[in-house]
């Protein structure tokens, strides 16, 4: 199986500044149609996943230009240009390259 | 507006059967892949399974936990997913969610397999 890491586990943001996670996997992602399977997850506390990324860096429909997606093979990252207050919760990085399906570990994203 | 109500949640023992099922609204059920993801009390989400539309096969793919033991099947004239869990046991404990394509999620559904 395909081992999802994923770096901070937790990580304290001052609102309004930048935060990055980081996401590796433990073999490359790129799928035989040149495609990269990997998205990435919002659970705020008490909901469900609200997917954010996929694609590695396309951003879903109604999800803030503030976050964004990057990154190639088997690293990749989350990036959140300026931390708002509704952004607490856990990120989880995903590949859907190769089945079974992975996830990281998650991130818990709070405020300082 | 899409859709996704998972019922048949609740506790059981070890040993025991449950069956989930996952209604979906608000867009074409019979063209889309659905899948089930968990997340035990503590722990991080999980993939459970996952069905293909039966226009791109149907094939039905298992993680290895529970490989054996759940079935995944849907009623496309129903709009309906399901989930069958037999041999239940202990570290089965978790939120069920169902997904469409990873991008629509339920509002999940308790399952408890405690003696």
């Not at chain 1, 035989?32 to 694609?55: A, C, D, E, H, V």
């Not at chain 1, 990154?71 to 919760?89: H, N, P, Q």
């Not at chain 2, 996952?22 to 989400?45: D, E, H, I, Q």
Request: glycine fraction near 10%; charge should be positive.
């Amino acid at each position: 199986d395909v081992v999802m890491t994923q770096s901070p586990l937790s990580l304290p943001v001052t609102l309004g500044q930048p935060a990055s996670i980081s996401c590796r996997s433990s073999q490359s992602l790129v799928y035989s149609n040149g495609n990269t399977y990997l998205s990435w997850f919002q659970q705020r506390p008490g909901q469900s996943p609200r997917r954010l990324i996929y694609k590695v860096s396309d951003r879903d429909s109604g999800v803030p230009d503030r976050f964004s997606g990057s990154g190639s093979g088997t690293d990749f990252t989350l990036k959140i240009s300026r931390v708002e207050a509704e952004d607490v919760g856990v990120y989880y990085c995903m590949q859907s390259t190769h089945w079974p399906f992975t996830f990281g570990p998650g991130t818990k994203v709070d405020i300082k | 507006e899409v859709q996704l109500v998972e019922s048949g949640g609740g506790m059981v023992k070890p040993g025991g059967s449950l069956r989930l099922s996952c209604a979906a609204s608000g867009f074409t059920f019979t063209n889309a892949w659905m899948s089930w993801v968990r997340r035990a009390p503590g722990k991080g989400l999980e993939y459970v399974g996952r069905i293909k539309s039966k226009t791109d096969g149907g094939a039905i793919e298992y993680a290895a936990p529970v490989k054996g033991r759940f079935t995944i099947s849907r009623d496309d004239s129903k709009n309906t997913l399901y989930l069958q869990m037999n041999s239940l046991k202990t570290e089965d404990t978790a939120v069920y969610y169902c997904t469409t394509h990873h991008q629509y999620w339920g509002q999940a559904i308790l399952v408890t397999v405690s003696s």
